[in-house]
């Protein structure tokens, strides 16, 4: 069984435009690594040096996993994983 | 070109002076594939500094997913300058990922520019680091301006 991955608008172009697709994996890293084989690309624009870029969000559920373990964080057979652009700024 | 209500460029606005000297941030969500901005939502500056602003992950994807079930974008993103002109700094391109999204900035500083909006109120597309500003035309309604109704479906 695969868990669903929710992809932002601007990774969408590695994805053939798809909203959402299906990936394996028990950890955040093992679905990206899953990801990578057939959506190549799409992990250099999550990870740098082996840690999550810092313009990018990623969700187990509702969890950020930031807060749960990061990219060792667990993900289900029943998990929704999201990656989300991180929004911010400002005029530094 | 961005094409935005009076109302809602008011609600920005005031929601820039209101969060004065921290930075304000929020979104215009709209339908997805109109370009028209029409539901105001003011996000928390979870930076909460004069210099930064960042929306909490959480909200973030609360917002999300809220729009996603209502089969909205972010039209706008909005954030305040409050000691500098409204113009994109590096910082506000290195986030920047919409590429659809018109990134609005609201300078709130002492010497602000004020241009046809009544504010220092303007608008940009950033899209793989570049940054093109684009003219902002306020209409009193969305009816006459080529993006359909408001609130009803477009009769065309």
Known sequence: MA???????????????EKAVEAKGGTVAEVIDDLESRHAGLKGRLITDGKLHRFVNIYVDDEDVRFAGGLEAPVKETSTVTILPAVAGGMR | MLVIRRDLLDEIVAHAQRDHPDEACGVVAGPEGSDRPERFIPMLNAARSPTFYEFDSGDLLRLYRDMDSRDEVPVVIYHSHTATEAYPSRTDISYASEP???????????????????????SYRIVDGVVTEEEVEVVETYMFAHTGADDVPDLG
């Not at chain 1, 932002?8 to 590695?14: A, G, N």
């Not at chain 2, 241009?115 to 220092?120: L, P, R, V």
């Open chain 1, 3 to 17: 868990v669903t991955v929710s992809i932002p608008t601007i990774l969408r172009t590695h994805t053939g435009g």
């Open chain 2, 100 to 122: 659809e999204a018109h990134y609005v900035l609201v300078s709130t500083r002492d010497s602000a520019e004020t241009n046809h909006t009544g504010h220092e109120f303007r």
